[in-house]
């Protein structure tokens, strides 16, 4: 592979579960965002949220996004990698960008089973299922602007791999 895959979604769509499964099969490295930039704070995303705001995370997510650019393989994202128009661009150009996407009721359900609050910091203030809603309804359009291909993340984790390994591969041969 010569070009990194780029996962994006919104929370809880499996970016970083799947991209660790399709790096397997790829035989190459997954870099996740978040878990790059906390290493380097030396803290959590809440604790960047609580002590520097939302507007420095995204810095520091832009930031990460570029360093971990410059190796090829997976690159798990944030769900609000999306939100910079310079993140959206930047992503097309380097390398494929594939949209996991899954509806608001699949998402929340992962959610409330696995909230990693120190990662998922409230976003708006209100209930998850709410704000589950209210989020991927501002951002479904920029995940399909930024992505060159769509997948059904409702899926099991390896059956979503197979699909990305497909649209790949079908992207390979047109
Ligand atoms: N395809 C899937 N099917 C069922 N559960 C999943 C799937 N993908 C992820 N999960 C579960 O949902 C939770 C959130 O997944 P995660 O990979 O952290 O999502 P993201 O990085 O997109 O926020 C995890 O606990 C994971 O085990
Ligand atoms: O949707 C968002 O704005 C965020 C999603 C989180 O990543 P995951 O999508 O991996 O949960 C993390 O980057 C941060 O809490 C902000
Ligand atoms: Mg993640």
Known sequence: MTQPIFLIG??????????????????CECIDTDRWLQTH?????????????WESFRARETAALEA??????????????????YNRQFMREKGTVIYLSAPVPV???????FPEEGQRPTLTGKPISEEVSEVLAERDAL????????VDASLSP???VQNIA?????????
């Open 107 to 113: 998402l929340v359900e992962r959610l409330v089973a």
């Open 143 to 150: 995940y399909r602007e930024a992505a060159h291909h769509v």
């Open 158 to 160: 390896s059956e979503v």
């Open 10 to 27: 919104p929370r809880g769509c499996g970016k970083t579960t799947v991209g660790h499964e399709l790096a397997r099969l790829c035989g």
């Open 68 to 85: 971990v650019t410059a190796v090829s393989g997976v690159i798990a994202t944030g769900g609000g990698i999306i939100l910079a128009p």
């Open 166 to 174: 497909t649209a790949l591969r079908l992207a390979c041969v047109s």
């Open 41 to 53: 704070a030396q803290k959590s995303i809440a604790e960047i949220v609580e002590q520097e705001g």
